[in-house]
């Protein structure tokens, strides 16, 4: 039999669910001093309900490889305690391609440990493009900058990757003090005034102003200058 830790990826994927759906709901902030306002933060952590969701899709795979009755119908997450029974794991184990299933869960483990244990003045940014892995930048990345996964080695743009992570505050507008909160958030860093810069090089336009007469600009326009990669230049 090939030499897993099947049942200890399985435990402690198990015990960081309840901590990540509490990241989720925003119950726990990875990052306090964020600042972002709660009118225009979104009701959920983006990127932990994806990887809740990851980890439901992987759950129900080793339910259907365990041969598990019925296991569609358990509760979200509450498949992972039915895999620590023995007996399960036993099977899981002892699986011609234990190695492989071995792997899926190392993955899934250590992913879990960078959500739960997160770096010191690092912000979680996204995924990797590539394998899938967290991504985490301190408050000095450029939207511009090559960042490089330490998991499996390939190059992304950190702007990129951040305006994946979140396509729904595409919709948002705001003036530049409060757009700079929202973006900072993901753990970006980018001033009031260089969003008013993209302005006046006529990058992104105003779509109107507010009460106190400040101009508001959409967020899908700043990403579109990220994506461009166009901070480079500013």
């Known amino acids: 039999m090939t030499h897993t830790m099947i049942a200890h ?3 402690h994927i198990r015990a960081r669910i309840p901590l990540l759906v509490d990241i989720r709901d925003r119950r ?8 972002m306002t709660g009118n225009v933060r979104p009701p959920v952590n983006l990127a932990a309900l994806d990887t809740l969701d990851q980890l439901q899709a992987l759950s129900y795979m080793l339910a259907n490889t365990a041969r598990i009755p ?19 794991i036993a099977l899981l184990e002892h699986r011609d391609d234990a190695a492989d299933i071995d792997r899926l ?22 995924m990797c493009p590539h394998c899938n892995q967290p991504q985490w930048a301190d408050e000095h990345t450029t ?27 595409e919709w ?12 900072n958030d993901t753990g970006m860093h980018i001033s009031p005034s260089l969003i ?22 959409l967020m899908r326009d700043i990403l579109d200058v990220w994506r ?3 901070t480079n230049h500013a």
């Not at 569609?72 to 498949?79: C, F, G």
């Not at 992304?156 to 505050?169: C, N, Q």
């Not at 948002?172 to 700079?180: K, M």
């Open 28 to 35: 726990i902030h990875l990052a306090p001093s964020g600042g």
């Open 196 to 217: 008013r810069k993209y302005a006046h090089k006529g990058w992104i336009e105003p779509t109107g102003h507010d009460r106190h007469g400040h101009p508001t600009y």
């Open 9 to 11: 990826h399985i435990n």
């Open 228 to 230: 461009t990669n166009l």
């Open 105 to 126: 869960l190392r993955q899934a483990d250590q992913q879990t440990r960078h959500w739960t244990q997160p770096r010191p003045n690092l912000k979680l940014i996204g």
């Open 70 to 88: 019925r296991y569609w119908q358990y509760r979200p997450y509450a498949l992972w305690q039915r895999l620590t029974d023995p007996d399960v």
């Open 143 to 169: 939207p511009g900058e090559t960042l490089t996964c330490a998991e499996c080695v390939h190059d992304y743009i950190a702007g990129d990757l951040i305006a994946s992570l979140y396509p729904a505050l």
């Open 172 to 183: 948002l507008t705001g003036t530049a003090a409060v757009l700079t909160r929202v973006i």
